[in-house]
């Protein structure tokens, strides 16, 4: 059974930074293209950002372009969403993602139904 666990939420200062880091447990993570997501209070979960098995191929959100950086190391079987210049409309649940269904040299996608397996979420809050 895999297990993915978030962590790294907090309170900011808007145009502050965030490291989210996410544990996964049960297989080895390059078996995994990986994303995260969001849902925001009243709101839909939302893209953010996914990453290949390799981790040669990322795509991001338009809302978070330039901003967040994902990554993965696969030795250390975590994936990492780097977040910078926050705003107050990034206050959000972030949730980690796994697909098993990608091939490894496919392109990660941006759908959250295509994702097998979810985290509990680590809160994040950005205030103005």
């Known amino acids: 059974q895999v297990r993915l666990v978030e962590s790294g939420g907090g309170l900011v200062q808007a145009g502050g930074s965030l490291r989210l880091s996410c544990a996964v447990s049960?297989?080895?993570?390059?078996?995994?293209?990986m994303g995260w997501f969001r849902q925001a209070p009243g709101k839909e979960r939302e893209f953010v950002a996914v990453i290949s098995r390799r981790g040669g191929s990322t795509n991001y959100a338009d809302s978070v372009k330039g901003r967040f950086t994902i990554a993965r190391d696969n030795a250390k079987n975590t994936v990492y969403l780097q977040m910078k210049s926050l705003k107050p409309e990034d206050t959000a649940v972030y949730y980690c993602?796994?697909?098993?269904?990608?091939?490894?040299?496919?392109?990660?996608?941006?759908?959250?139904?295509?994702?097998?397996?979810w985290g509990q979420g680590t809160p994040v809050t950005v205030s103005s």
């Open positions: 049960g297989r080895t993570l390059s078996n995994y293209a």
């Open positions: 993602a796994a697909d098993e269904n990608r091939p490894y040299w496919g392109v990660p996608v941006s759908g959250s139904y295509e994702y097998n397996y």
